[in-house]
């Protein structure tokens, strides 16, 4: 299991910044993080599985919207 600091997941996340964290969090959209001292991490694999269903949907959603307006 690896887990991953804030700059980290930033980083891996195109450079998004805390608030919009801490806001995907809090939507559902990414997992919340683990306290380990005074520090948070985040599971890379639950932040991968998370990015990935998102994706899917997104995929899903602009298809449906071709469909739509076709």
């Given at each position: 299991?690896?887990?991953?600091?804030?700059?980290?997941?930033?980083?891996?996340?195109?450079?998004?910044?805390?608030?919009?964290?801490?806001?995907?969090v809090?939507?559902?959209?990414?997992?919340?993080?683990?306290?380990?001292?005074?520090?948070?991490y985040?599971?890379?694999?639950?932040?991968?599985?998370?990015?990935?269903?998102?994706?899917?949907?997104?995929?899903?959603h602009?298809?449906?919207?071709?469909?739509?307006?076709?």
């Amino acid at each position: 299991m690896n887990f991953i600091n804030f700059e980290q997941l930033s980083a891996k996340l195109g450079g998004r910044s805390r608030t919009s964290l801490y806001r995907d969090v809090k939507l559902g959209r990414l997992p919340a993080p683990m306290k380990m001292g005074r520090r948070v991490y985040w599971n890379e694999a639950e932040v991968d599985a998370a990015v990935q269903e998102y994706r899917v949907g997104q995929d899903l959603h602009s298809g449906s919207n071709i469909e739509a307006g076709a």
